[in-house]
Antibody
């Protein structure tokens, strides 16, 4: 069955770069679009960006300058990199296929020194 | 970018009540509107897709509707398990955008 799982560091220092990995199973990355969504504690969902099935990417306008999404189809992995982290980037980060209701469990990332 | 204005932000209601949550799109999104339910500590769950279609396994007391640029999620008779946060999502064009969320709570 379709599964997505996020992994990455739980703690990142301010001004550093966040690197997250979404490992998928049960489907090919060339078949589905994989999105990144985040949620600060006690706040709403924010769409961050997407790796389209054709390998193209789209980003949230507010994050575009700091955000990069890539993939390795041979490893069934999608990567998120976001630079210049600040405390307001503290959030649970999800990879998902929201149009199909497939979600990872989320990974909590805290930005703190 | 398309803005989704969701209201209300908080909705106190009693069990058995009929409740409605609304999202207004800043541009035409057709029926590219989904509703998600999220409970504390859990990933979101799809409730409605295509503005009006019930997702698999969702109770029939949930329904979605559209009037122009206004999209609504209605629960016909509130049950305790429905207490959660609800979000709309437009997927008509990138960047996708969520509504700001509605917290449904017991009055």
């Amino acid at each position: 069955q379709v599964q997505l799982k996020e992994s990455g560091p739980g703690l990142v220092q301010p001004s550093q770069t966040l690197s997250l990995t979404c490992t998928v199973s049960g489907f090919s990355l060339t078949s589905y679009h994989v999105h990144w969504v985040r949620q600060p504690p006690g706040k709403g969902l924010e769409w961050m960006g997407v790796m389209w099935s054709d390998g193209d990417t789209s980003y949230n306008s507010a994050l575009k300058s700091r955000l990069s999404i890539s993939r390795d189809t041979s490893k069934s992995q999608v990567f998120l990199k976001m630079s210049s982290l600040q405390t307001e980037d503290t959030a649970t980060y999800y990879c998902s296929i929201p149009t199909r209701d497939y979600w990872g469990q989320g990974v909590m990332v805290t930005v703190s020194s | 970018d398309i803005q989704m204005t969701q209201s209300p932000s908080s909705l106190p209601a009693s069990l058995g009540d009929r409740v409605t949550i609304t999202c207004r799109a800043s541009q035409d999104i057709g029926n590219y509107l989904r509703w998600f339910q999220q409970k504390p500590g859990k990933s979101p769950r799809l409730m409605i897709y295509g503005a009006t279609n019930l997702a698999a396994g969702v109770p029939s007391r949930f329904s979605g509707s559209r009037s122009g640029s206004d999209y609504s999620l209605t629960i016909s008779s509130l049950e305790s398990e429905d207490m959660a946060d609800y979000y709309c999502l437009q997927s008509k064009e990138s960047p996708l955008t969520f509504g700001s969320g509605t917290k449904l709570e017991i009055k």
